[in-house]
């Protein structure tokens, strides 16, 4: 079987104008042109073209919509995946929608599952019930959204006719700064207990309500340990490069997924 090779992930931490699609979209088509190393796969920032607005009336768009054109003409400009999520209005409903966008302009996505009832999104968002796994150059990839953080079970990895589901899990998130340690300590949680890489891209700067978001990005290996350390309230991006070798090596060794609890999920 031919090996598995070097995952290049790319993470934008960036300030989020308050529902100015135009604006947000032109700061991030300047950050992708000075993106280091060429990456397989870019991360943005939980609804990275309007921020944490509950008012999806005035920033959802449907699946054919400028945030989907602008991420399908960058994806193919530079042959890599782009991934963020954005509010998308579909057959009546709303969603917070990760969209995995493909270099080819065919594309995945995933609903939030668990919608922040503290920011009231539960009565202005439908939840998702799907969970996805994509497949990017023979890694497994499962996309999450900000609040699921909270929710080990709909996070699990689980092995499945001998195989890891996931070799990498990412959350792209509206992360408020006064719950910063809870932040990072969940995503080295994350990546401890599911055995695979993890990343959290946060935005940083103060949304539209006044709320304070510090960013803390973060890539972690499959021990927990930080690879990429985004600095706190500054724009950041950085590509990193994942060991799917070294990722394997560990599993075999340390094969605790093989002591996971079965389980199902009632939704």
């Known amino acids: 079987m031919t090996p598995i090779e070097p995952l290049r992930v790319s993470i934008i931490q960036a300030p989020l104008e308050w529902a100015d699609k135009p604006k947000n979209l032109a700061y991030f088509t300047r950050e992708l042109e000075i993106l280091n190393g060429r990456p397989d796969l870019i991360i943005l920032p939980e609804m990275f073209a309007t921020g944490f607005v509950m008012n999806p009336a005035e ?51 995933t609903d939030k599952r668990h919608l922040f009832r503290m920011g009231n999104e539960h009565q202005h ?49 509206n992360w ?12 080295t949680a994350r990546a401890i207990e599911n055995q695979a890489y993890c990343v959290g891209v946060n935005r940083i700067g103060e949304d539209g309500k006044g709320i304070p978001h510090s960013g803390n990005s973060m890539v972690l290996d ?19 490069v994942l060991d799917y070798q070294e990722l394997s090596a560990f599993r075999e060794r340390f094969a605790v997924g093989l002591d996971w609890d079965d389980f199902t999920i009632n939704l």
């Open 59 to 109: 920033i959802s768009e449907p699946m054919n919509g400028l945030v989907m054109q602008w991420m399908a003409n960058n994806a193919a400009k530079y042959d890599c995946v782009i991934a963020g999520s954005i509010a998308i209005e579909d057959e009546g409903k709303h969603f917070n929608r990760i969209i995995w966008m493909k270099a080819d302009g065919t594309f995945e996505t």
């Open 176 to 187: 408020p700064a006064s719950r910063n340690y809870v932040w990072k300590t969940l995503l």
């Open 222 to 240: 499959f021990k927990g340990r930080s690879l990429v350390c985004a600095p706190v309230n500054k724009p950041f991006s950085d590509t990193v």
């Open 125 to 173: 968002f439908s939840a998702g019930d799907k969970p996805l796994v994509v497949e990017l150059h023979g890694w497994k990839i499962r996309p999450l959204i900000c609040y699921d953080l909270r929710f080990p079970v709909w996070s699990k990895n689980r092995i499945i006719d001998g195989k890891y589901e996931y070799d990498l899990m990412f959350y792209v998130a």
